[in-house]
């Protein structure tokens, strides 16, 4: 449990001459569980005891413990800033960092590493690191992307925050899963058209779709840059609420109270407590066009089969492109920015308090994902490409070709790079970056 760098560097010292692995835990989000190693015999280094948040001038530097719902409640406190990040309060900017960090800013502002200026790192050998564009190049082109756990401990971001625009627009627009096909064609193809104010993304599961997202603008300003989206589908339940950013992401973070009164519900997000008890399954897939009708049908299809023994199971589609793009694939270890629209297929189901250990507690929900997501391969086999393509941030053990699905092009530099600057692989877990 560290609470400072230097706690940091004590642990991967006595971890490397032991030759025991060490695992990172910011947040704990890892869908496989690699934020506890993925495996046993791991040495966790929680880094919740680092999550102090400093504005100066138009940067800050956060410590890489600090959950998003905090964080973004103290950037709002020194000054209005916000991040281009996502909406899960207790998601770490650790790993939502170093694998990219999507969120609905994106569009208007890139990835959350794209405003990384510079870090603070612990290497394979215990020393402490600045890594920026001018030191330690290739650690900053790695981590930015792929350093989520395999080249060293992040102890401290500076970053670029943004400011929102004064007032901003939260939507929510819901239809019947019937409608699916023609709600699903018209949303994917407006993608093209939409302005880089509007982030949105669209969930499916068996209750219907949701469209759900932020604008920056008035709700008049909104109407206006969305009027194609909704000349073209049925007539949608709507939830349009119009205030500051800082409201819109406690909207989006599901907190309970008033929305008006910030400082209450930041006290529900510094409090940190531990909710429910269940389990989730997760998969990916990257698309670079636009969705043919073969993906969006089986979009359909697969909510209709929600397992009854889950207690939920949906599909969120997320509209990319935008200021993702603005900057070149190479730049950075994160190689999907050609990418339009992003699946992430999640079940979830409540935990069994007589499940047995290492046992599928729910076999029902871990059958469908696989026989959905083996349907949805081979539609994008045929249809997209025969490389499979990823969100490292939605880990998968069992996607194909992982190395390639995550990291692309970028892959046989970032092995280089293990080997030079991790000889040893003190930073390991089943989905590190190899040596060779």
């Known amino acids: ?11 991967v010292k006595c971890a490397k001459a032991a030759n025991i692995p060490v695992a990172p835990r910011s947040g704990g989000h890892s869908y496989e569980g690699y934020s506890i190693g993925g495996q046993d015999g791991s040495m966790v280094i929680d880094l919740s005891g680092i999550s102090s948040v400093k504005v100066t001038g138009t940067s800050a530097k ?7 719902g905090p964080l973004y409640l103290e950037l709002f406190k020194q000054g209005g800033w916000t991040i281009n990040a996502g909406t899960c309060p207790s998601v770490g900017i650790g790993g ?23 870090m603070e790192v612990v290497n394979a050998d215990g020393d402490l690191l600045t890594v920026s564009a001018t030191q330690n190049p290739d650690l900053f082109f790695a981590l930015r992307g792929a350093g989520g756990g395999s080249f060293g401990v992040v ?17 929510s627009y819901s239809w019947r899963l019937a409608d699916h096909a023609k709600v699903l064609r018209v949303y994917v193809d407006f ?10 993304g669209m969930t499916i599961s068996a209750t219907g779709l949701e469209l759900s997202g932020i604008f920056q603008g008035d709700k008049i300003q909104m109407t206006t840059a969305l009027v194609e989206l909704f000349a073209a589908t049925p007539k949608p339940t709507e939830d349009i609420r119009e205030h500051r950013y800082i409201d819109a992401v406690l909207r989006f973070a599901w907190l309970n109270g008033d929305p008006t009164n910030v400082e209450a519900l930041g006290l529900q997000m510094l409090a940190n407590q531990a909710g429910d008890s269940h389990y989730a399954m997760a998969k990916s897939l990257i698309y670079s066009k636009p969705l043919l009708n073969s993906t969006i049908q089986l979009l359909g299809q697969w909510a209709a089969k929600s397992p009854k023994t889950a207690s939920s199971s949906y599909t969120i589609v997320d509209l990319w492109g935008g200021a993702v793009q603005d900057t070149a694939p190479d730049a950075t270890s994160f190689v999907h920015r050609d990418a339009h629209t992003v699946f992430q297929f999640v079940v979830e189901w409540d935990s069994n308090p007589d499940a047995k250990p290492g046992k599928p507690d729910c076999v029902e929900c871990i059958n469908y994902m696989n026989t959905m997501y083996a349907a949805f391969l081979q539609d994008y086999e045929v249809n997209y490409s025969p490389t499979v393509r990823g969100y490292q941030n939605y880990i998968d053990k069992n996607i194909p070709n992982w190395q390639e699905a995550y990291y ?27 040596l060779q």
């Open 155 to 171: 102890t401290y971001f500076t970053l670029l925050p943004v400011k929102p625009a004064a007032v901003v627009t939260s939507f």
């Open 96 to 118: 939502h960092a170093l694998g990219g960090g999507f969120g609905l800013l994106s569009r208007k502002h890139g990835l959350l590493i794209d405003s990384v200026t510079e």
């Open 1 to 11: 449990m560290a609470t400072s760098s230097a706690d940091v560097q004590t642990a």
């Open 62 to 68: 956060v410590g890489g413990g600090v959950k998003l």
């Open 408 to 434: 692309g092009s970028s892959m046989q530099r970032l092995k280089q790079i293990k080997a030079t600057l991790d000889p040893s692989n003190v930073f390991r877990f089943p989905q590190s970056i190899p």
């Open 191 to 200: 993608q093209a058209k939409a302005s880089r104010d509007v982030g949105m």
